[in-house]
């Protein structure tokens, strides 16, 4: 399957993934209108990219043809809690004062995180679930074709082999 396919799944998926969503947050107690307050889909348009900006911003990535793909599909899209980053956000989100002290935390307090492995010339954000949490998604730039894609949540780590094995998992895959 080509990343194209897996963000067309994704997209077309949305009404079931919504649905499931309003549920789980109804049993948690929330309202149904607060729930679908958050489950909303917005897609930007998306453009040609070269080049991906990476935690030392003085250094881009070349774009690997997995995520040329994914930006040429789209931009920022947002998705019941998760926003895939546009290049524009990944550059002002590593500048922010809290994602700073997030990789600093990563660094000094998860032995073996991406942060704590990884110089920031290796690493670039892809999404965010909530960054007042700390949960984000990390391209791994590791000498691969590809870059690896490990994301953060809470106190778990996922790692996937590259961005299309990461949104075959957001399938369901």
Wanted: net charge negative.
């Amino acid at each position: 399957m080509s990343v194209k396919e897996s963000l067309d799944n994704y997209k077309n998926s949305f009404d079931k993934r919504s649905k499931a969503f309003i549920e789980e947050c109804i049993s948690y107690g929330i309202t149904e209108k607060e729930a679908k307050s958050y489950a909303k889909q917005k897609i930007l348009p998306g453009s040609v990219v070269d080049k991906i900006p990476t935690l030392d911003t003085a250094v881009c990535q070349k774009v690997s043809p997995q995520l040329k793909e994914r930006f040429l599909y789209g931009g920022t899209w947002e998705d019941i809690g998760e926003t895939f980053l546009s290049i524009e956000e990944m550059i002002e989100l590593v500048g922010k004062p809290h994602f700073k002290s997030w990789v600093t935390s990563m660094r000094e307090n998860w032995e073996d995180s991406a942060p704590a492995i990884y110089p920031d010339a290796q690493l670039s954000v892809i999404s965010v679930m909530s960054e007042d949490e700390g949960d984000y998604t990390l391209a791994v730039w590791n000498k691969h074709l590809e870059p690896e894609i490990w994301r953060y949540s809470g106190q778990s780590e996922q790692k996937f082999k590259d961005l299309l094995a990461w949104l075959d998992w957001l399938n369901g895959d």
